[in-house]
């Protein structure tokens, strides 16, 4: 399949891996590059620009095809190292830089100047206009479905999308609750040029979290996510457990004087217990609804292959014969 998508990134399927916190390494990421995707490493998971120069080397062993890095810019009092994880990812010949959060223009320079594509990730069509503006290549479109942060307007993709197709003169994917060939083909259908998978891609044999993450994904249903931190206005589509049934509580409880802090214990340095030790109740981690279509563990060469195929499918025959 060819699409603005595929021919820009030099990629066989219009299939992107989303950065994912402690999900997005080296395997990953190379997983869905070799099996025609575009995999993306997740840039802030390595604690310094010196880690992540490594991750991108290890990627790189393991794969010859294109693969991007997540950037994401998130408000803090102590931001990262920005111009290091830039000046690695330039350095390191990356040609492809998924960013996330906060408007990337400060950053659009240098990562421009070194020939970098940029596809940024958006949960409005304003923001999708923005980054149009301000010269990103594409824009991954995040509809209310979606794992992580789906922003504060709660429109979902059956909407967003063909609003955005509307609007944007720039290629965009389709992010959020996308799982199969039928996502894909809807996408396509309302103007995308392809789809980006978060919460789908962890359930792989390939990806690097414990087997637990895994059996969760596969046990829980369309019903099982929750959105926290409403009240602080940076809201996060996470699966319920204890600890976010804890934070729930807290948010009741103290209303609209909740601070950050009241939730620290369950949100902040969570991913390694999760992700790594397979503490399923360690905290709140990222999740989309998208886990109600999730029923198997297959390798990622199988999940696109099957997409791809199912795709195919519904375009040569169901579509047609209607
Ligand atoms: C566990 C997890 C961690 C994530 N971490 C990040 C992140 O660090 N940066 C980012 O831009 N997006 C992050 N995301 C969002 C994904 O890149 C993607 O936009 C989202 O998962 C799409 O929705 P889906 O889960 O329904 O496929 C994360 C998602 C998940 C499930």
Redesign the pocket.
């Known amino acids: 399949m060819k699409t603005r998508i595929t021919e820009m990134f030099g990629i066989k399927h219009p299939i992107i891996q989303?950065?994912?916190?402690f999900?997005g390494f080296a395997e990953m990421a190379a997983a869905v590059s070799n099996a025609g995707g575009l995999g993306i490493i997740?840039g802030?998971?390595q604690r310094s620009p010196e880690n992540l120069a490594r991750e991108i080397a290890r990627c790189k062993e393991m794969t010859s095809k294109p693969f991007g890095v997540?950037l994401?810019f998130l408000p803090s009092v102590n931001p990262p190292d920005y111009p290091g994880y830039i000046r690695v990812i330039v350095e390191a010949g990356i040609k492809i830089v998924?960013t996330?959060?906060n408007n990337p223009q400060k950053w659009l320079p240098a990562l421009k100047d070194a020939g970098i594509k940029i596809i940024h990730?958006c949960t409005s069509v304003r923001h999708s206009l923005k980054a149009e503006t301000i010269g990103c290549d594409a824009v991954?479109v995040?509809g209310f479905?979606?794992?992580?942060?789906p922003g504060e307007d709660d429109v979902p993709n059956f909407i967003l999308l063909p609003r955005a197709a509307d609007e944007l003169k720039i290629p965009f994917v389709a992010?959020?609750?996308?799982a199969d060939g039928r996502s894909l083909v809807a996408a396509l259908a309302m103007g995308a040029d392809g789809m980006?998978?978060?919460?789908?891609f962890?359930a792989t044999k390939e990806a690097p979290v414990h087997e637990n993450v895994k059996q969760a994904l596969v046990a829980a249903s369309e019903l099982d996510t929750r959105l926290i931190m409403r009240p602080l206005r940076n809201t996060e589509r996470v699966l319920k457990n204890a600890a976010v049934e804890r934070l729930l509580e807290k948010e009741k409880a103290l209303g609209a004087s909740i601070k950050f802090e009241d939730i620290f214990g369950e949100v902040a340095g969570v991913y390694p217990k999760i992700m790594k030790e397979g503490e399923m109740d360690a905290g709140a981690?990222?999740?989309?609804?998208?886990a109600g279509l999730t029923y198997d563990i297959p390798s990622v060469q199988e999940l696109i292959e099957r997409i791809m195929a199912q795709a195919d499918d519904i375009i040569r025959g169901r579509l047609v014969r209607l």
């Open positions: 989303g950065g994912m916190h999900v997740t802030l998971t997540n994401t998924e996330a959060g990730k991954s995040d479905e979606c794992g992580g942060h992010s959020g609750g996308m980006n998978m978060g919460t789908r962890i981690w990222s999740c989309g609804m998208v």
